[in-house]
């Protein structure tokens, strides 16, 4: 069998960058203070978009370019840290050594660092948030439409009876149909959390920033 090689033809050295590649992906925990607004867009969107939050957030990180910006514009005392609490994140190893370097680096706050990158989400929780709203308005009119036709299928039952087998497809339409809308309201109950969210206060600090 033929041995991996890296590109200098040494299956040591192959081995050895796969392995801290692995290290990097390691799940650690860290503590941070954070506003709670800001801990719950990340925990909203985290659920809205069925993404774990470890994975969220590392995206972020991955923003290498991103990361240094923020560290090194970041100005002290920009948010009301007396409402900070604390929160414990999970993240990738890589990713607490690029914001701890980052922060090292630029003499900036960890804290100040997270709040920051976070923030860099609130694009997607306002397309989200827009998107839920049209969901939210549609079940509405999928209401109206799902009381109108249960008179109708009764209207039926009368007319041709139960053992008619028009009736008994309109039953079985009726049946799927109220299966569906169970799970519309459902899936539209589940993203009421990211319409209620008031998302306002959060971009006016972005847009100052």
Not at 69 to 89: C, E, H, N, Q, Y
Not at 166 to 187: G, H
């Amino acid at each position: 069998m033929n041995q991996a090689k890296s590109e200098d033809g040494n299956p040591a050295t192959y081995s050895l960058n796969r392995f801290a590649d692995l290290l990097g992906k390691k799940s650690v925990k860290a503590t941070f203070r954070l506003r709670p607004e800001v801990i719950s867009v990340l925990s909203i969107l985290s659920n809205h978009l069925g993404i774990k939050q470890k994975s969220l957030f590392d995206h972020l990180m991955e923003d290498a370019d991103a990361l240094h910006a923020i560290a090194g514009t970041s100005v002290p005392g920009t948010f009301d840290k007396d409402r900070r609490i604390r929160k414990t994140l999970v993240l990738s190893q890589k990713s607490l050594s690029a914001l701890k370097a980052a922060a090292e680096r630029y003499s900036a706050s960890q804290d100040d660092i997270v709040e920051w990158l976070i923030q860099r989400l609130l694009p997607v929780f306002e397309k989200e948030r827009r998107r839920q709203g049209k969901r939210e308005n549609a079940l509405i009119k999928i209401r109206e439409h799902f009381s109108q036709a249960k008179p109708l299928m009764h209207e039926i039952r009368r007319l041709v009876g139960e053992d008619d087998s028009l009736y008994q497809s309109i039953q079985a339409v009726m049946r799927s149909y109220e299966k569906a809308f169970a799970d519309i309201e459902t899936l539209v109950g589940n993203g009421k959390r990211i319409s209620e969210f008031p998302i306002e206060s959060l971009m006016r600090s972005e847009s100052g920033r």
